[in-house]
């Protein structure tokens, strides 16, 4: 398998690494780009860095290349992780508007008709927002949010984000070894 990984400067890097950390033990090739807003948040928030990421990813690529293999349509992929997914980005998706690489990738993905999935990770969401996440589902994105589980009796905060980490995983049919799915009770 061969995603595309895009990271947005919506809060929640970690649930990029352990996107990263379980797509890299699957063994699944992965292009990844992260956007200057990104990069900004990973500051701020002070916990994974740039390099965290880079080191598992199998293609790193500048936000503002354009030029990319992952612009164009005819670089085949099997689909595009979005992961976090901010407020901006997703009005970008929303409204076709490829000004950067990661949205441009995600454009591709929609035109070309391959799985996108993003992950937003904001609250509360506003009347645009709702708006944006219907017109991205219109368009053929899977739209999810960054709320773990609690069924599975989560013990720490790598649990949570490994519950997430699963769910977002299962859109491309991948499995992620240690996730406890739920069990009808007996």
Same mark, same amino acid.
């Given at each position: 398998?061969? *995603?595309?990984?895009?990271? =947005?400067?919506?809060?929640?890097?970690?649930?990029?690494?352990? +996107?990263?950390?379980?797509?890299?033990? *699957?063994?699944?090739?992965?292009? *990844?780009? +992260?956007?200057?807003?990104?990069?900004?948040?990973? $500051?701020?928030?002070?916990?994974?860095?740039?390099?965290?990421?880079?080191?598992?990813? =199998?293609?790193?690529?500048?936000?503002?290349?354009?030029?990319?293999?992952?612009? =164009?349509? $005819?670089?085949?992929?099997?689909?595009?992780?979005?992961?976090?997914? =901010?407020?901006?980005?997703?009005?970008?998706?929303?409204?076709?508007?490829?000004?950067?690489?990661?949205?441009?990738?995600?454009?591709?993905?929609?035109?070309?008709?391959?799985?996108?999935?993003?992950?937003?990770?904001?609250?509360?969401?506003?009347?645009?927002?709702?708006?944006?996440?219907?017109?991205?589902?219109?368009?053929?994105?899977?739209?999810?949010?960054?709320?773990?589980?609690?069924?599975?009796?989560?013990? $720490?905060?790598?649990?949570?984000?490994?519950?997430?980490?699963?769910?977002?995983?299962?859109?491309?049919?991948?499995?992620?070894?240690?996730?406890?799915?739920?069990?009808?009770?007996?």
């Amino acid at each position: 398998m061969n *995603l595309v990984v895009g990271v =947005s400067g919506g809060s929640g890097i970690p649930y990029a690494l352990s +996107v990263l950390q379980a797509l890299h033990g *699957l063994g699944v090739e992965t292009h *990844l780009v +992260v956007s200057s807003g990104a990069k900004r948040v990973m $500051s701020a928030e002070g916990g994974p860095q740039l390099a965290d990421l880079t080191a598992l990813a =199998s293609h790193v690529y500048d936000d503002r290349d354009l030029a990319a293999g992952i612009a =164009s349509g $005819s670089f085949r992929t099997d689909g595009m992780l979005v992961v976090p997914c =901010s407020a901006g980005t997703l009005a970008k998706i929303a409204g076709g508007f490829a000004d950067n690489l990661l949205s441009r990738a995600a454009h591709v993905t929609l035109k070309e008709r391959r799985r996108l999935v993003l992950a937003l990770r904001e609250d509360p969401l506003p009347r645009p927002m709702l708006l944006n996440m219907l017109a991205v589902h219109d368009a053929g994105a899977t739209v999810m949010t960054a709320s773990a589980g609690f069924y599975h009796a989560p013990e $720490s905060v790598e649990e949570l984000l490994h519950f997430v980490t699963a769910r977002l995983l299962d859109q491309f049919g991948l499995d992620v070894p240690g996730f406890r799915r739920w069990e009808s009770p007996r």
